[in-house]
């Protein structure tokens, strides 16, 4: 008989303090699933992963999905890099099995449902804004997957992100919002936030070191950033209670493991802050390039709720942070130029690590409405050209796809990389306009993808107990582990014909064609003639009295 | 005649050398009025990048020029200049020694006719005197160089395309070439068939088995070598690619970029119910004339021509001012008709006002961000008006000119006064 599906349900929240004052909260709910998608057994039988994805996962065929819905602009400079990067506005990328036959019909059908199931205008995605990276975005999962002609990637910079795309969201986890940290994630404050970021994320994983057996991985991630300043009070202190209203009193019972880390990485002289209730757990984790000490709370210990049976954790400034450690990736992106006619767009990539280069993969889709010309694509560091050593360049067909750019770039050390392209702004027909059309138009995020070396080792290790944040992207290697930066999208302004003219124009210039017509219809079809001026109006009276009395005409 | 034409290129030359080396020649080349998405230089360069990057240039929307063009500047890239600055040369020989083959045949009809004693008495002074029409092929050539519309077309690096007439499978050839580069040349074909007709003395009569004869000997010829010229491109780059982008952009204008025609604006505000219907009705616009005007001007097919020409320069879905340039060069030809237009003064303060308006309301429009795109679409519509109206001006009085031959200069009316005329 067939082994029951086991299911495993772990959350955790990641609180981390930025030296700008403001505080980053991570969310990670993670379902794995044992059930074989890619095998012909029908899966029926629903328990904690959510049936309305398990439905789509197995009518579209689908190997991996990455959506996020995005409220904000991640400030590299002044927070650090996030546990998980992700766009502003939505962003949906998807890798289907090789059984699929026909890649953009599935890919629009898909679109529609999961615009459903998040009630977002996910509709709005179609040929025009979808690309097939050829080099980026290789699958987070496991199998080696070289065919790109199944991947789809596409995104929605004007998506703006509410509660009803939280609410769904928050429906898709097995103890929805009534116990364990999704009490937490109450709109009227996850909202109120600088930066604001939910994300599903769908992949196959291996369940032993073997990898005989493969499970599907859910997970839900939401990424927010409380502002110190609109927080009130003024003075640096941060809690749960401050951050989402709500304190926490029991652990989600369907999850075998439910966690808080509060990242307390000291500084070498005085610790910045005290952390209450203290707690003596501690652990430390490698992510992103850099060993960091967390606090943790165990929500499955009774222990951890005290006597007050809840919990809120203090975080309470006493001395000034110290340095921040300035991220090694960072990127910027602009449009240059002036008028309505022409512009440019100019990515700057720096690299902040004072001895080691190494490469990284731009990705930009630029709509069919900014005439890209590849000719003047330069790309200069420190003031040099600097040849990309991949182009992969797919020109864009008007209303049809748009422009795909991709290149692997080597970034010389401690140095500012500038990627410079001509454009040429369309005018569309009137009905192309959006009804706000003097807003501009949004070209989406740049994606910056690298191997950025680490200044710690990585830990390759994958079936080791780790936390979920440090786990998400895998690594192969010790010596440096992925990441990926998102540009700022762009806003750019057409030119506009006038929305009220519509049958104005067509009587005019239909009025000129007719003009030319006219004057060569007349020197086309008549002569001339000698003009003999027709007689007076008494003349033809008289004449026509005389022509009744037979009388000789005048 | 060879010293003043000699001379006449070197200045043409020197001018538009003297323009590339300036900053105004960048500038030049990225104004609408100048360059279209057909023909704008920047985008010949940028196909031959896409080829450089082993993508075909008809992969994207950028590139609507035909392959033999690709090829042609894969070899002068560098030259380009070069190239373009020969090519005009080239074009005002061309022209000058049509126009000078054109006024021995002209002068020969005339002896020819007065000789027959056809022309009354008093049509003398209509008669074209030698002298006069000695200087006509170099004030062609001279329109045709130093109109500053040429001037900066070529410094722009337009690529428009020329004809020259000479033996009837020369003219087959480039009239291929020509409409091959941009379709609307197809309707020159009747003309330039007519004109051989008449220098091989075949009358133009339905029911003559020899004008059949020519007729397709001529139009074999030319679709002959237009299938040639396309076989030639299909192996060129190896695909039909070229077809849909260059033919059917031509055709079916999905570009919607402002420039001197008409054709922009009208589908940028057109209800999409019926955009197919409009593009049908314009693009027959362009063609329809050649049939009744082939007609009514039979016996002079070279007035033909340039009444085509300004047409197709004038209905085109993406025209430039290098097309206007082009008919504009026959101006001197009709020299004698002076007397006889009536709009000429009009049209020309017409035509000089809005030349410098275009450039002003396009910085407004787009730069300075204080006038809509009704501004330049109003001067878009003026411009087209005073175009039709010289037209229309020359064609009245070319045939009134052959009214007066036939009829005589001064007609009275029946009770002996002084007579008018008019179109009835």
């Known amino acids: ?554 | 005649m060879a010293a003043p034409l000699a001379l006449l290129l070197i200045v043409a030359v020197t001018i538009r050398a003297a323009l590339f080396r300036t900053s105004l020649a960048n500038l030049i080349s990225e104004r609408v009025e100048v360059v279209s998405p057909l023909n704008a230089w920047k985008r010949v360069v940028e196909g031959l990048a896409l080829l450089d990057l082993d993508i075909s240039p008809y992969s994207g929307d950028v590139f609507h020029e035909t392959p033999m063009v690709i090829y042609l500047f894969h070899f002068l890239m560098d030259y380009a200049e070069i190239t373009f600055m020969l090519a005009d040369c080239l074009t005002a020989v061309a022209l000058y020694l049509a126009v000078k083959d054109y006024n021995k045949q002209v002068f020969r009809k005339q002896k020819f006719a007065l000789e027959a004693d056809r022309i009354p008495m008093d049509c003398l002074e209509l008669i074209r005197s030698p002298t006069e029409m000695y200087y006509i092929p170099l004030k062609v050539a001279m329109f045709y160089l130093l109109n500053p519309f040429t001037i900066v077309s070529c410094v722009a690096k337009c690529t428009c395309g020329c004809l020259i007439y000479g033996s009837a499978l020369l003219s087959a050839i480039f009239l291929a070439l020509a409409t091959y580069q941009s379709i609307y040349p197809l309707t020159l074909c009747v003309p330039a068939l007519l004109y051989l007709l008449q220098r091989l003395y075949i009358p133009v009569n339905v029911r003559r088995s020899s004008f059949w004869f020519y007729t397709l000997q001529y139009l074999f010829m030319f679709l002959g070598s237009l299938l040639v010229l396309i076989c030639l491109s299909f192996f060129l780059l190896g695909s039909w690619d070229f077809l849909p982008a260059v033919y059917g952009f031509i055709l079916s204008v999905p570009d919607l970029t402002p420039n001197i025609g008409l054709f922009w604006y009208f589908f940028a505000e057109m209800f999409d119910h019926f955009r197919l219907f409009f593009l049908c009705v314009f693009q027959i616009n362009v063609f329809f004339y050649t049939l009744p005007l082939s007609i009514k001007l039979k016996e002079h097919p070279v007035f033909l021509i340039f009444m085509q020409i300004a047409l197709i320069a004038i209905f085109k879905s993406y025209p430039t001012v290098g097309d206007l340039s082009l008919y504009m060069a026959f101006l001197p030809v009709w020299n004698h008709l002076y007397r006889f237009l009536r709009n000429i003064f009009l049209v020309s303060c017409v035509l000089l006002a809005c030349s410098a308006l275009f450039p002003v309301l396009w910085h407004l429009w787009i730069y300075a961000g204080s006038a809509n795109s009704n501004f330049y679409y109003a001067i878009t519509l003026l411009f087209s008006v005073a175009q039709i109206l010289l037209v229309s001006d020359y064609f009245y009085a070319f045939l009134r000119r052959e009214h007066h031959l036939t009829n005589g200069l001064y007609l009275k009316k029946k009770d002996g006064s002084e007579a008018t005329l008019v179109l009835k």
């Open chain 1, 1 to 554: 008989c067939a082994r029951a599906p086991m299911y495993d349900f772990q959350e955790e929240l990641v609180i981390r303090p930025l030296h700008s004052g403001d505080i980053y909260a991570s969310f990670q709910f993670r379902t794995v699933w044992d059930a074989d998608f890619m095998g012909d057994q029908k899966v029926s039988h629903y328990r904690l992963f959510p049936k309305s994805l398990g439905q789509v996962i197995t009518k579209f065929s689908v190997r991996e999905l990455h959506i996020s819905f995005t409220q904000g602009y991640w400030r590299t400079m002044q927070w650090g890099q996030p546990y998980l990067p992700s766009p502003p506005g939505a962003e949906l990328w998807v890798w289907f099995q090789d059984t699929v036959t026909d890649v953009d019909g599935t890919w629009k059908e898909l679109t529609n449902v999961l615009s459903g199931i998040f009630c977002a205008s996910l509709n709005f995605i179609d040929s025009t804004n979808t690309v097939q990276p050829s080099a980026s975005f290789k699958p987070l999962g496991i199998g080696n997957v070289t065919d790109h002609s199944f991947l789809r990637y596409a995104t929605l910079p004007r998506e703006i992100v509410c509660t009803e795309n939280l609410t769904p969201w928050k429906k898709l986890l097995p103890c929805g919002s009534k116990a364990g940290l999704s009490v937490l994630l109450k709109s009227e404050k996850l909202f109120h936030s600088t930066f604001h970021s939910q994300a599903v994320h769908v992949r196959p994983v291996c369940q032993d070191p073997q990898c005989r057996t493969t499970s599907m991985e859910l997970r839900q991630t939401l990424n927010v950033v409380f502002d110190l300043h609109t927080s009130g009070q003024g003075k640096r202190e941060w809690s749960l209670f401050k951050m989402f209203s709500r304190t926490l009193t029991e652990a989600c019972p369907l999850a075998s493991s439910s966690k808080v880390y509060v990242d307390v990485t000291d500084n070498p002289q005085v610790r910045p802050f005290e952390l209450s209730p203290a707690t003596p757990l501690l652990t430390q984790a490698v992510v992103l390039g850099d060993r960091r000490t967390y606090s943790v709370y165990d929500l499955t210990q009774q222990a951890s709720f005290g006597s007050s049976r809840s919990l809120n954790m203090l975080l309470r400034w006493k001395a000034a942070d110290g340095e921040m450690l300035r991220p090694l990736l960072h990127s910027e992106r602009y449009v240059a130029g002036y008028g309505l006619q022409a512009g440019e767009i100019h990515t700057l990539i720096y690299n902040h690590h004072p001895y080691r280069a190494f490469p990284v993969l731009l990705l930009s889709a630029v709509p069919w409405y900014l005439r890209l010309y590849i000719h003047t694509l330069t790309v200069s560091s420190k003031g040099k050209d600097n040849r990309p050593s991949y182009i992969h360049y797919q020109p864009s067909k008007d209303r049809e796809r748009p422009h795909l750019l991709e290149m692997l770039l080597q970034l010389p050390p401690n140095s500012v990389t500038e990627v410079t392209v001509e454009f040429e702004r369309a005018l569309l027909k009137w009905t192309e306009y959006t009804p706000d059309p003097n807003h501009g138009f949004y070209v989406g995020s740049s994606v910056i993808s690298a191997l950025v070396p680490s200044v710690v080792a990585m830990d390759t290790n994958s079936t080791l107990d780790r936390p979920l944040f440090s786990s998400f992207f895998p690594c192969k290697e010790e010596a440096s582990y992925f990441m990926r930066v998102y540009t700022e999208p762009l806003l750019v302004n057409l030119p506009t014909p006038d929305f009220s003219m519509p049958y104005n124009v067509i009587c005019l210039t239909c009025t000129v064609v007719a003009v030319g017509y006219g004057s060569l219809y007349n020197l086309l079809t008549r002569t001339f003639q000698v003009d003999e001026p027709s007689p007076g109006l008494a003349k033809r009276i008289a004449n026509v009295i005389r022509r009744f009395r037979g009388v000789p005409l005048l």
